[in-house]
């Protein structure tokens, strides 16, 4: 059984992503299946992102209702 890649976080998926996007750009002759394998990685990057900025996003929302709460109860 294969071990499970460990997931980047999003600063290191970022970084990743820019390192794609400047392959891309300043390739001067187009490999086909490269840019297909970096497409399909900044796809799975851009996922990762995503999802982690909503489980932030969640946190977020948590603290600031919580801190909400606290404060109504204190008046």
């Not at 300043?26 to 399909?40: F, G, N, T, Y």
């Not at 796809?43 to 900025?53: F, H, N, S, T, V």
């Amino acid at each position: 059984m294969a071990a499970k890649k460990k997931q980047p976080g999003y600063r290191e998926a970022t970084e990743e992503i820019d390192a794609i996007l400047d392959r891309i750009e300043d390739s001067r002759e187009v490999d086909v299946d490269a840019l297909a394998d970096d497409v399909e990685r900044a796809a799975e990057l851009l996922k990762i992102c995503g999802d982690r900025l909503k489980r932030a996003e969640l946190r977020v929302m948590e603290v600031s209702e919580r801190l909400q709460e606290e404060a109504e109860e204190e008046s």
